[in-house]
C-alpha cells in the first residue's frame, strides 16, 4: 500500500529557530502533496498544497512567510517553519496523494510530527 | 460553504457492543466522503471512502458507512466493537478541488 513518512517524529526548539519537517511518499510519486496543522483535541486544518516543480497554495490566514513548502522532487515535500515561536507548536501531518489510483484521489497520510517551540 | 458536522465529540461503548459514529455534511456538488481513524500521536488512516455508485460501503476493520443523500449523512458503523478500536474518528469530504475538510472528529472509547 501506499506509505508516508515524515521525519522528525518530533523536535523541540528554542523560539526564534526554524525547524524543517520532510514528508516522504515512499513507494509512489506524489505530485501533490498536502500540509495539514492539528491543534490538541481538535481538527486537522489543511494549511496549503503543495505541487511538485510549483509554488505551494496557501490555505486563507496562514503565513507563507513563516510556513516555507518546498516540494522539489515526486516523493519529497518539506515544511519549515521559520523563525518558530511557542504559538507554532503543533501536530503537523502531511498527505500525499497518488496520481496513479484510478479513482479520485485517497490522501495518504504521515505519521505526523510533534513541534513543541520552548 | 462546505463543512462536516460530526455531533458526537466522545462516545463510549463497550466491547462487544455495537457501533454507529455519525456525519453530516454539506457540500454543493456531488460530495467524495471519507472516515479516516488516528491513533494517539499519530497519522491518519483511511477506514473506508464513497465515491460513487453502491451506497453502503465496507472498509477495513469490519467497518461500513452508508451514504444517505437526502439526510446529507455518511454514518459509520461496526456491528461488534474491539477495544483495539479505540481512537479518534475523523470524517472527511473533498470534491474538484481535492482538498479535504475535516469533521472535528469523535473519539470512541471501549470498556472491557
Known amino acids: 500500500g501506499a506509505v508516508v513518512s515524515q521525519h522528525p517524529s518530533r523536535v523541540i526548539c528554542k523560539s526564534g529557530t526554524s525547524v524543517k519537517i520532510e514528508c516522504r511518499s515512499l513507494?509512489?510519486?506524489?505530485?501533490?502533496m498536502f500540509w495539514y496543522r492539528q491543534f490538541p483535541k481538535q481538527s486537522l486544518m489543511l494549511m496549503a498544497t503543495?505541487?511538485?516543480?510549483?509554488?505551494?497554495?496557501?490555505e486563507q490566514g496562514v503565513e507563507k512567510d513563516k510556513f516555507l513548502i518546498n516540494h522539489a522532487s515526486l516523493t519529497l515535500s518539506t515544511l519549515t517553519v521559520a523563525s518558530a515561536h511557542p504559538e507554532d507548536s503543533s501536530f503537523y501531518i502531511c498527505?500525499?496523494?497518488?496520481?496513479?489510483?484510478?479513482?479520485?484521489?485517497?490522501?495518504?497520510f504521515g505519521p505526523g510530527t510533534r513541534l513543541l517551540v520552548l | 460553504a462546505q463543512s462536516v458536522t460530526q455531533p458526537d465529540i466522545h462516545i463510549t461503548v463497550s466491547e462487544g457492543a455495537s457501533l454507529e459514529l455519525r456525519c453530516n455534511y454539506s457540500?454543493?456538488?456531488?460530495?467524495?466522503l471519507f472516515w479516516y481513524v488516528q491513533s494517539p500521536g499519530q497519522g491518519l488512516q483511511l477506514l473506508l471512502k464513497?465515491?460513487?455508485?453502491?451506497?453502503l460501503v465496507q472498509g477495513i476493520k469490519g467497518f461500513e458507512a452508508e451514504f444517505k443523500r437526502s439526510q446529507s449523512s455518511f454514518n459509520l458503523r461496526k456491528p461488534s466493537v474491539h477495544w483495539s478500536d479505540a481512537a479518534e474518528y475523523f470524517c472527511?469530504?473533498?470534491?474538484?478541488?481535492?482538498?479535504?475538510?475535516f469533521g472535528t472528529g469523535t473519539l470512541l472509547a471501549v470498556q472491557p
Open positions: 498527505s500525499a496523494r497518488d496520481p496513479g489510483l484510478a479513482v479520485q484521489e485517497t490522501q495518504y
Open positions: 513507494d509512489f510519486q506524489a505530485t501533490t
Open positions: 503543495s505541487n511538485e516543480g510549483s509554488k505551494a497554495t496557501y
Open positions: 457540500y454543493g456538488a456531488t460530495p467524495y
Open positions: 464513497y465515491f460513487s455508485g453502491d451506497t
Open positions: 472527511a469530504v473533498s470534491g474538484a478541488t481535492n482538498k479535504l475538510i
